[in-house]
């Protein structure tokens, strides 16, 4: 079998042919799935072997003592023998993986071969294609936990650890120093918990990351802004819990974590940080510091570790074998979720080149996973359905209305986007009436009801559902109600408008599509508004038919959401490009004519930045790239399309141009249509035409099945991030 090893004298690493280890008594022989790289340790090592010998004896003094002792006792000729011996040889790397058991030892009888389990250890969760894993370092897989996610059961026991030795207890705020692997876990564990957590890191992807994962906040450890952040959630008393999750030769931690405590807080040591303690600052808040050491207790007990003598969960409720299995539970269940943090998946075959870009900086990484050989055999390639749009046989009709008579229209939510860009277009327009605003609370009803003129304000749904006088239902709010809101307003006899997305889930888009059929209601529109600007409309039109492939590139600068945005709550409301991709993918598909029939989607480490490339029936490409580190005063969206030698070129709704081929003998001309004006993204022709329909009982602005492709490519996005590679948009029509 092949393992990864490094020779801390030279610095070599490689990966080498070794004996498959036997299966002894206790234990089990695990062929490896996925293996994780630590980040952190594995690298310091990895460094460290690097070094010179002056350089290593720097590192780790407490060798230096030990060869001290030696030669005490030994003389420096035999103690030279030995430690250039122990130097001069392989050692293994690795210590958290994900495998499936292939021989049980005896007296093993909670798995069997064929069962999926997560391992841990230094000694037995290496980088290898077969480890030997005693009993109280392996766990059950939960069902349905993918195998790479698994695979991080091991760091997530040393995070969970850490919050155990920390006490926390619901309301409380915490700090997490560093944001590395484990200190994203802590974030999540702590957010789980119901603590709420200041991040702080010198890395902005590492914050917005952190950020995205539940933190409420997150700056540079240097920063006013994480002073601030802890003074406005504490009333300025301090943060309870300090978790120090950061490496380094720097001080600051610790004194970042006595200056933002609060007295007699607790600071838990998690990483491997400088602690020269600042005697003075945690000793006037009696600070109580306190250490976590490694996965939890069994940890370094060989007669936990190797013999298999658990400890009575009367005495030790969370010991490391229990830790581990807790963790798994956590991600199956999805209250942790850690495919985020995975920045790159390596084949194992390609492990030395792996280090190698980590070491030197050429990867940044937050987690990265090698894949073992049979595992891209055996995956299966990712699919997400397109629902079949089902109507009566009969065919659908409108809701009949009294000729003449306003179109009545009901808001569920009234927040920014439905005050600002949809509700002065429609308070304005003749023959609307603005009948009821539903929203959560009484007060931003009644704020609602006073700016536009609702007849009603209400927090009461069912009775808004109810009224029959009510034509049209707009759901604008939160994206984690979208789907639901839509279903009952459907069933409930209303044409609707609701914001993108119009799903998270594909059970939530086939809910939907539940209702359209039950109902027979197919009255729905996505406010996918891209497609009604005007300018790209007149665009569109002077480009003209095409015959071949298209080419379509659009760039979308989004920017950085401000801290505190719901949209960060990717836990609830779904990633950011799942509330808002669904815009662009509507409008390269309204450009090029069809619905996409596979999605790939990439994603650098640490941020949101995505590069999504959607294929096309006729062999036409749309790349949609999301950034949010791009400069501010950048337009916000650009697009190119080509084919059939013309080129269209949109500058963020405000300039429109069409290039083309004209003439005869090679001439080339081009011709422009550049109106400057107003931005304008169609919202205003969007609304029109959704009302002209329900007035006039005319098709919707956009078909059903356009909406149906569009959210599911949207929703494929996250299933490609996932898997690595393209998605296939399954027809079910």
Same mark, same amino acid.
């Given at each position: ?362 990867? /940044? =990484? *937050?987690? +990265? ?6 595992? @891209?055999? $055996? ?6 359905? %397109? ?106 006899? /209303? =044409? *609707?408008? +609701? ?6 889930? @594909?059970? $939530? ?6 209702? %359209? ?217």
């Amino acid at each position: 079998m092949k393992q990864v090893v490094q020779n801390y004298k030279t610095g070599e690493l490689a990966v080498l042919d070794v004996p498959v280890p036997g299966c002894k008594p206790g234990g089990v022989l695990v062929r490896t799935a996925y293996s994780l790289i630590s980040t952190g340790t594995e690298l310091m090592k990895v460094s460290e072997a690097g070094m010179s010998m002056l350089g290593k004896a720097r590192s780790r003094p407490d060798q230096v003592a030990k060869v001290m002792q030696s030669v005490a006792v030994n003389g420096v000729p035999a103690t030279y023998r030995k430690v250039m011996g122990k130097l001069d040889s392989y050692t293994p790397l690795g210590y958290s993986l994900c495998g499936v058991v292939e021989q049980v030892g005896a007296g093993i009888d909670d798995v069997a071969v064929g069962d999926v389990v997560a391992c841990a250890g230094n000694e037995h969760a290496l980088h290898a294609e077969l480890n030997w894993v005693p009993n109280n370092l392996y766990a059950r897989v939960p069902d349905g936990l993918a195998p790479r996610h698994a695979a991080f059961g091991t760091v997530g026991s040393i995070a969970m650890q850490g919050v155990r030795q920390g006490e926390p207890q619901l309301g409380e705020v915490a700090l997490v120093i560093g944001l590395g692997l484990i200190g994203q876990l802590v974030v999540q564990l702590l957010t789980a918990s119901g603590v709420r957590v200041v991040g702080a890191d010198p890395d902005p992807a590492r914050c917005e990351l952190a950020e995205r994962l539940g933190a409420a906040a997150c700056g540079d450890p240097g920063s006013a802004a994480v002073e601030a952040a802890v003074a406005e959630l504490t009333d300025g008393h301090g943060v309870d819990q300090v978790y120090l999750a950061a490496g380094g030769g720097s001080n600051q931690p610790v004194e970042l974590a006595a200056h933002l405590c609060r007295d007699r807080g607790r600071v838990v040591d998690i990483g491997k940080c400088r602690l020269d303690l600042p005697w003075n600052a945690y000793y006037e808040k009696e600070l109580d510091v306190r250490f976590s050491r490694s996965y939890g207790p069994g940890r370094y007990d060989p007669e936990y570790e190797l013999e298999g003598r658990d400890y009575p969960i009367g005495y030790v409720r969370w010991t490391e074998r229990r830790n581990l299995a807790c963790f798994l539970d956590l991600v199956a269940r999805g209250k942790v979720d850690v495919d985020p943090l995975v920045s790159h998946i390596a084949d194992f075959d390609d492990a030395v080149e792996t280090y190698r870009s980590l070491k030197e900086g050429e990867l /940044k =990484a *937050v987690a +990265v996973l090698f894949r073992y050989p049979g595992q @891209e055999r $055996e995956a299966q390639p990712p699919v997400v359905s %397109v629902p079949a749009v089902r109507r009566p046989a009969e065919g659908v009709s409108a809701p009949s209305r009294a000729a003449g008579s306003p179109v009545r229209l009901a808001f569920v939510g009234a927040g920014n986007y439905a005050t600002s860009m949809l509700l002065p277009h429609l308070s304005e327009r003749d023959g609307v009436e603005l009948a009821t605003v539903v929203t959560t609370t009484a007060l931003s009803a009644a704020n609602a009801q006073r700016k536009f003129g609702f007849a009603e304000a209400t927090t009461d749904l069912d009775a808004v559902l109810g009224d029959k006088s009510v034509d049209a239902v707009f759901v604008v709010t939160r994206h984690s109600s979208h789907a639901e809101l839509t279903r009952q307003a459907l069933l409930a006899g /209303k =044409a *609707v408008f +609701v914001e993108k997305p119009l799903a998270l889930t @594909e059970d $939530e888009l086939a809910g939907v599509l539940a209702a %359209v059929e039950e109902s027979g209601n197919d009255r729905l529109q996505v406010g996918f508004n891209r497609r009604f600007s005007p300018l790209l409309q007149e665009a569109r039109k002077r480009f003209g038919a095409r015959t071949g492939p298209a080419s379509l590139r659009y760039l979308v600068n989004a920017g950085r959401l401000q801290h505190g945005s719901w949209y960060l709550q990717q836990g609830t409301e779904g990633s950011r490009f799942a509330g808002e991709g669904g815009h662009f993918i509507d409008t390269a598909s309204w450009l090029l004519g069809a619905d996409p029939v596979s999605v790939y989607a990439t994603a650098p480490s640490g941020n949101e930045d995505l590069q999504v490339v959607l294929r096309y029936p006729d062999g036409s490409t749309a790349t949609i790239s999301y950034v949010t580190t791009g400069a501010p005063g950048f337009p916000k969206e650009t697009l190119d399309l080509v084919a059939d030698g013309k080129v269209l070129r949109l500058d963020d709704f405000v300039r429109a141009s069409v290039y083309f081929e004209k003439g005869t003998a090679g001439r080339k001309k081009w011709v422009s249509s550049r109106l400057p004006q107003a931005r304008d993204k169609g919202q205003l022709a969007e609304l029109a035409a959704f009302v002209r329909a329900v007035r006039t009982g005319g098709p919707m602005p956009v078909p059903l099945e356009s909406l149906v492709a569009t959210t599911a490519a949207t929703l494929a996005v996250q299933a490609g991030l996932a898997g690595g590679v393209p998605v296939t948009l399954a027809d079910g029509r």
